[in-house]
């Protein structure tokens, strides 16, 4: 059995909706539907009624809901009795990032901060944004930096949790240029003839920008989605061969834009969207854990952006 499906019940329990749990744990309703079903045949039994709306538990379900609790929070008592034995780590600040960061953002801010604190150790764990949050909320990292946009802001209360502003970012259509230096594809795409889109996966964090992005494009995209993933990496290398549009931040496509290998694929300013970049951690005051290296990176975070 799958940890995750008992975190999709203890969802399902909470929300009483397939789609309101599938969003909020990033997977498409089919996806979490079969999540539900999977620990239904491990158990061996119904746990959800399906035949009442909102959806309620059965009270097989409602005696496994408790028990799910039970077990999520021992298995997160054990995974933190085991970090308190890292004391030789203490010096070690560990990183969440969904990927997309990790492999654009991060090494970069990482270098600059070093310019302050030569000595500094580091763990990147890359994430989809879901689960770096889970990470920062599990006690699980000291550190998490994500994206935020209003239209899309993490759950995190405020009461627990502070956040700093780190830089920005904007998100905007990208394609291969062509013989003449112009893009293969290009929105909003003319009458009758639909664009190829290379779609991150429905649910994803970036995927909700760019519904955003559309939504408030001055005329509606004729995209034909041909391809989806969870990484705007592998959108990126799609839009490279070629097979269509992609929505990509830009500090992922410097190099290639130098280059002349992908190009904008749409008019300046516009089906585009600028997004913060964030770090967040827990309050020292409720902190579960209270690493001097951290506390001296938030310091001196803290003073550069006032």
């Known amino acids: 059995m799958d940890t995750k499906w008992l975190e999709d019940f203890v969802s399902l329990a909470e929300t009483r909706s397939f789609s309101r749990s599938a969003q909020l744990r990033h997977v498409t309703q089919p996806a979490f539907s079969r999540r539900i079903q999977a620990l239904e045949a491990w158990t061996g039994i119904d746990l959800v009624d399906r035949s009442s709306y909102p959806t309620r538990l059965t009270p097989a379900g409602e005696t496994f809901h408790a028990q799910a609790l039970e077990i999520l929070g021992a298995l997160q008592a054990t995974r933190n009795m085991m970090r308190s034995h890292q004391a030789a780590g203490q010096d070690m600040i560990e990183f969440a990032v969904p990927h997309t960061l990790a492999f654009t953002f991060f090494p970069h801010w990482l270098m600059d901060l070093r310019q302050r604190f030569p000595d500094l150790k580091s763990r990147l764990t ?46 905007a259509p990208y394609a291969k240029a062509d013989a003449d230096g112009q893009p293969m594809f290009r929105l909003p795409g003319r009458l009758g003839v639909r664009v190829p889109f290379l779609s991150y996966a429905s649910g994803a964090y970036m995927a909700r920008l760019v519904e955003v992005i559309l939504k408030e494009a001055p005329q509606p995209a004729a995209l034909d989605p041909i391809y989806e993933t969870d990484m705007a990496e592998g959108l990126k290398a799609m839009a490279l061969e070629g097979h269509g549009l992609a929505f990509l931040p830009v500090s992922s496509v410097g190099k290639e834009l130098k280059a002349r290998r992908l190009v904008p694929a749409a008019p300046s300013g516009s089906f585009e969207l600028t997004m913060e970049v964030r770090i967040y951690r827990e309050r020292p005051e409720v902190a579960r854990h209270a690493k001097p290296a951290a506390q001296a990176v938030w310091d001196f975070l803290r003073q550069r952006q006032g």
């Open 126 to 171: 890359a994430l989809n944004v879901h689960d770096a949050v889970l990470r920062l909320t599990e006690g699980g990292c000291d550190l998490l930096i994500a994206y935020h946009h209003a239209a899309q802001p993490l759950q995190l209360s405020s009461d627990r949790y502070e956040m700093l502003t780190l830089g920005r970012e904007t998100l």
